[in-house]
């Protein structure tokens, strides 16, 4: 067992991952603490599921190390997965099973406590909302009560860490925000949990946030950090129309640092706004866009987030 | 290992297969369906072969050799006709396959000489079913001459002892009726075993995979063992249900003799549901789709039993290569056992041999199987 107190549940350094030519996780280097939600954010292929599955012990690290719980993932991953609660992307409970027979299943390989068992079924029933219908074959379950179930089952060995791997995807709005209430319940235990999303808004809930592409760890930081410092300019709401046509328009306007779509509008990040804003319309309107003038906002993690990738990939295209 | 863990694997798996309309038809249905099919089907009797007479003389005595030819039981005479050509006419339209044409002077040539030609004729179309035709008639045949012979000498008051007569006795042991269902049925019951049995644990780990719950079974602390153990036992104790209603019918229904002990037979059943249950989940193991893990569940089983296990074709007359490769046919050596349990009564100490064959299978498959399982992606 380990008994470093102090230790982080998740440490890993320089972890990587290839399969073939192809490298889905490339240095990868994280800590998360005891008790702290730690937010993985990134697009479809990333490489998130890829590293979770490491720190699972279910796929073997290319090169570097990973403890989760003090435990090496690929020399002792029988040990990591005592101490760990996985929900995989894909649901992956047994549809033709109960509520009740499937914690009675994962309670008998997770080996809970005869005398804790009850209980902690019970908890997983209530944390659901699933009471009264114990009996209820799984596969006839709605997406919502289906993903806290299979976060009840990940957790009725009550382990010190949780690898959720987008837990959330497919479930409508206000089951995702109970969702994340049962994890800041359980980060309150002092779990320390790995949760990992495409949405962006789902970001702002988490103690911490990395901000994964292409396999490397682009920013890692709280979410006010990430807002505040990571932007290289001030960011600037405008409506106009057609979009497409402006975009163009601003690629070759100097002071304009990034432009990008966001919904029926643009946000463009702009090198010394508070001169260059005001002549964006005038400049539009010669090229037959019109536009509204230009609104200051507070960037969100999105607005962040796209700008961290668009310069990543700049700095690999350039040699 | 851990008893807990194991459990918690074994209920959840009958569970599913409870719920799994496949998997009880499977289970239930298919051995019922095989036992009626292969029990019934597979005969290597041949009873009532058609026969055509042709009777030239029509006397007393040739009429005397057609009643032997139909009281044997063997043949049954669908027609009598009066030309040559009948006989081609007949065989044309499958109405016979056998056929006796009776000389005109049939019973003049064996009162002078005390024997007479007949002539047989045979279709010999399927090879097969006219060689053992062949040989009824052959028996036929020798009767009537022995009892020709009998009543030849005492007319001619002939003294046998001078003629110095040897005659077989043929004295058949442990299927003495000669019946080849006795043969077959214990045989069939080795084929549903086997095709039920790997059918059911092909689909065991790759439904598993196919329905992605597989992820989240790896990621806990279950040994691949206890994966192992724990999906074998439920069908173990369907194996076992199965052999045991096989079993029942065949010496219950199809009448087989059953001169063996109960407790050898549960056993030798015991081993070879190992075995087979092991392939099933090596497949399973190594496909990771359902469909194309019982297709080649069925494939290995299959072909191996109904061919190679001895069960219709006898492996003695299996060419050398051949005969050699039954050795690696694991059902040769259930197939034997099962039929030396029933018609001969044969103990555990008797099929020393054959047991070993399949002991060595079972550690082997077995030994394969729990390694073959790796927790990881």
């Not at chain 2, 018609?343 to 082997?364: E, R, T, V």
Request: hydrophobic share 50%; proline share 5%; with cysteine.
């Amino acid at each position: 067992m380990n008994a470093e107190g102090d230790m982080p549940a998740v440490l890993a350094e320089g972890l990587t991952k290839r399969f073939g030519d192809f490298t889905a996780v490339d240095h990868l280097d994280l800590g998360i603490e005891k008790g702290q939600v730690v937010g993985f954010i990134g697009p479809n292929g990333a490489g998130k599921s890829t590293t979770i599955r490491m720190l699972c012990g279910l796929l073997l690290p290319t090169a570097g190390r990973a403890l989760v719980s003090g435990f090496d993932v690929g020399r002792e991953p029988e040990a990591v997965r005592e101490h760990i609660g996985y929900m995989s992307q894909k649901f992956s409970l047994y549809g033709d099973l109960t509520v009740r027979e499937n914690l009675r299943f994962f309670g008998g390989i997770y080996r809970v406590r005869r005398e804790d068992f009850a209980e902690r079924m019970h908890f997983a029933i209530s944390m659901a909302g699933l009471e009264g219908r114990e009996d209820v074959l799984v596969r006839t379950l709605a997406g919502g009560w289906k993903q806290r179930l299979a976060l009840g089952c990940a957790i009725l060995h009550r382990p010190p860490v949780l690898f959720l791997d987008e837990p959330t995807s497919g479930v409508e709005p206000e089951a995702r925000r109970q969702f994340w209430d049962l994890i800041h319940d359980l980060a309150a235990d002092r779990v320390a949990i790995l949760v990992s999303t495409h949405y962006m808004d789902e970001a702002e809930y988490c103690n911490r946030v990395a901000l994964i592409d292409r396999g490397k760890l682009v920013a890692i930081g709280t979410p006010g950090e990430l807002r505040g410092h990571r932007l290289s300019g001030e960011l600037y709401e405008l409506h106009c129309a057609p979009l497409g046509a402006a975009l163009k328009v601003l690629a070759d306007v100097p002071g304009v640092i990034e432009a990008a779509i966001f919904g029926d509008k643009l946000h463009v990040v702009l090198a010394d706004g508070e001169r260059n804003a005001p002549d964006l319309p005038r400049l539009l309107g010669a090229h037959g866009v019109q536009a509204d003038p230009p609104r200051r906002i507070m960037p969100s993690l999105e607005d962040v987030f796209v700008q961290l990738v668009a310069h990543g990939a700049e700095q690999r295209v350039t040699p | 290992m851990n008893l807990r863990r194991l459990l918690a694997m074994a209920f959840k798996e009958t569970l599913q297969v409870w719920r799994d309309p496949r998997s009880l038809a499977v289970a239930l249905l298919m051995p019922l369906m095989q036992m009626a099919i292969l029990g019934y089907g597979v005969s290597l009797d041949i009873k009532h072969v058609p026969l055509c007479v042709y009777d030239q003389e029509n006397s007393q005595a040739s009429r005397a050799i057609v009643d032997r030819f139909v009281s044997s039981g063997w043949f049954s005479v669908g027609h009598v006709i009066s030309r040559e050509s009948g006989i081609r006419y007949a065989m044309d339209r499958g109405e016979c396959i056998a056929a006796i044409v009776i000389p005109v002077n049939f019973s003049r040539t064996l009162a002078a000489s005390g024997s007479a030609p007949v002539q047989a004729i045979f279709d010999a179309t399927d090879v097969n079913t006219t060689n053992i035709a062949l040989g009824y008639a052959q028996g036929v045949v020798a009767q009537a001459n022995a009892a020709v012979a009998a009543q030849w000498n005492s007319a001619h008051a002939a003294q046998p002892s001078l003629v110095g007569q040897t005659e077989i006795e043929p004295s058949v042991w442990f299927n003495e009726t000669l019946d080849s269902r006795y043969f077959i049925v214990p045989g069939v019951v080795a084929v549903i075993l086997a095709l039920v049995g790997a059918q059911l644990t092909s689909l065991t780990i790759s439904r598993e995979w196919e329905r992605g719950t597989m992820e989240q079974l790896i990621s806990t602390p279950i040994t691949a063992l206890e994966v192992m153990l724990g999906k074998l036992i439920p069908y173990f104790v369907i194996g076992m249900a199965d052999a045991t209603f096989c079993l029942a019918v065949a010496i219950f229904w199809f009448s087989v003799p059953f001169r063996g002990s109960v407790g050898t037979l549960f056993v030798t059943t015991a081993l070879f549901n190992v075995v087979v249950l092991g392939i099933g989940y090596l497949i399973s193991v190594r496909i990771r789709s359902q469909l194309g893990a019982s297709q080649v569940a069925l494939l290995v089983t299959m072909l191996p039993t109904t061919l190679l296990s001895g069960y219709t074709f006898p492996i003695d007359q299996m060419p050398a290569p051949i005969r050699a490769l039954t050795f690696f046919v694991y059902p040769r050596y259930y197939v034997t056992i099962l039929r030396a349990i029933f018609l001969k009564g044969s103990g555990l100490a008797d099929l020393w041999a054959p047991l070993l064959g399949l002991s060595l299978y079972a550690a082997a498959i077995i030994w394969l199987a729990a390694r073959a399982f790796r927790k990881r992606l």
